[in-house]
């Protein structure tokens, strides 16, 4: 079989073939327009709103707020380009305040020079700038001598200093959807300048498909597996790149989940809508993303615990000793078999009949206190009180007598379960539970 080539045989040439080839693909195929632009249609697709804003020259004063490997950085450079605006960057982590007021001195002298077109600051990781930071760049930004561009994979909301946020129009990334990673990962083997297209491989449906969803909404991932993959396929003499070949050449699939970060609050309240509403399959495919992604199974067990009396209640009381049950095992027997445990736990809670009649008797009756609803213990119920009825006393165990000075309804049975028998019980003994309005 024919050798191929990366490039010919011209040592200038080549020489400049291998510098480029060094380049990691995803800088190689980094989009130089925004027509090239894939994925963030919310913000850049056709008459969406920052794709307006700049189609009049304009860019605001923002933060491109999403995880790795979304186009963050990128759209930042489209950004300065799409308007001709001269890109400054600089990285929070890094950057001492001398080099903040260079910055400001080098904005000011760039918009002389530009006519008065101001300049774009690029500032990667935002969320690390401390407040003498900030007090540089601030009078900078409110005059108008500098744009402030910054990026964060953190919520902004949470991680930036308010008066620096207060000035900054926030845009959320979202991870790319599979369509629009085969997209990338398509134009990137068909790129003879940019991407692998010298290497002259075909690619079936199946092994763009799983090299797009093992990438976890990451086109630099991706593209980093791709060309890997298509690597290993033709340092091997072949021409073909099958399903078969990506999994001998890749790992697992990306696991996109920060335990620190908005994924763990995402994923847990994912866990817990999916058991409330009653869908096995969900809860425990969301159960997976948390072991998967490393969470503290203490966590999940608490999570799972709350669920039980929340949730579950009085419907199956049986599901609170199953929460309790699950973690204690799991703190005795650990990963990787607390997993198992987790696992019959979460379905347990899934499958349970529903009832959140505890959650709202508590809530109702902290309300009626809140509201100035303090009522004195009645005298019978006082430790020395005088008129006290003993209910074992008599044959039904129970007996009519004063709980509080006003009867007040806060716990309303419902109507699945184990509870159904509960709010026959109460119709027996108190009126109040005898009439619809309570």
Request: a negative charge; one cysteine or more; proline letters at 5%.
């Amino acid at each position: 079989m024919e050798e191929r080539r990366l490039w010919d045989d011209d040592p200038a040439r080549e020489e400049t073939a291998l510098r480029t080839w060094e380049v990691p693909l995803p800088e190689r195929m980094r989009p130089k327009s925004l027509d090239d632009f894939v994925g963030q249609a919310h913000l850049v697709g056709p008459d969406a709103p920052l794709r307006r804003v700049l189609s009049t020259g304009a860019v605001p004063s923002c933060v491109l707020y999403g995880p790795p490997g979304v186009g963050k950085t990128t759209l930042v450079r489209l950004m300065a380009a799409e308007t001709g605006r001269r890109l400054l960057e600089i990285n929070a982590v890094t950057a001492k305040v001398a080099e903040l007021r260079d910055l400001v001195l080098e904005a000011r002298q760039a918009k002389s020079r530009d006519k008065g077109k101001t300049a774009l600051a690029f500032v990667d990781e935002i969320y690390h700038f401390n407040r003498q930071q900030q007090n540089v760049l601030l009078p900078a930004v409110e005059k108008g001598e500098l744009i402030l561009v910054g990026t964060t994979t953190e919520n902004p909301f949470f991680e930036i200093n308010k008066t620096l946020l207060s000035r900054m129009v926030v845009y959320e990334m979202k991870p790319l959807a599979q369509e629009d990673l085969e997209s990338l990962v398509r134009r990137a083997l068909a790129d003879a300048g940019r991407g692998l297209g010298k290497l002259e491989l075909q690619a079936t449906d199946g092994a763009v498909a799983m090299i797009a969803a093992k990438s976890g909404g990451d086109a630099r991932q991706a593209l980093i597996r791709l060309d890997t993959a298509a690597s290993s396929v033709a340092a091997g003499g072949g021409s073909l790149l099958d399903e078969a070949a990506v999994e001998r050449a890749l790992g697992a699939a990306i696991q996109r989940y920060d335990r620190a970060g908005d994924d763990h609050y995402a994923v847990i309240s994912a866990l817990i809508k999916s058991m409330r509403g009653s869908d096995p399959d969900a809860a425990v495919y969301w159960l997976a993303r948390l072991l998967a992604g490393g969470e503290d199974v203490r966590f999940i067990a608490r999570r799972i615990l709350i669920f039980a009396s929340e949730d579950v209640g009085l419907a199956d009381p049986q599901a609170m000793m199953v929460a309790a049950s699950a973690a204690y095992a799991c703190d005795f027997v650990g990963l990787p078999e607390a997993q198992l445990v987790l696992s019959e736990a979460v379905l347990y809670m899934a499958t349970a009949p529903k009832s959140n009649s505890a959650t709202g008797a508590i809530g109702s009756a902290l309300e009626a206190l809140q509201a100035g609803d303090l009522q004195e213990v009645p005298e019978n119920l006082k430790p020395r009180g005088e008129g006290y009825l003993y209910p074992h006393d008599d044959p039904r165990h129970w007996v009519p007598q004063k709980y509080l000075n006003e009867p007040r309804r806060f716990y309303r049975p419902g109507s699945i379960g184990y509870e159904t028998r509960l709010a026959e019980r109460m119709k027996s003994f108190w009126k109040r539970f005898s009439s619809e309005e309570g």
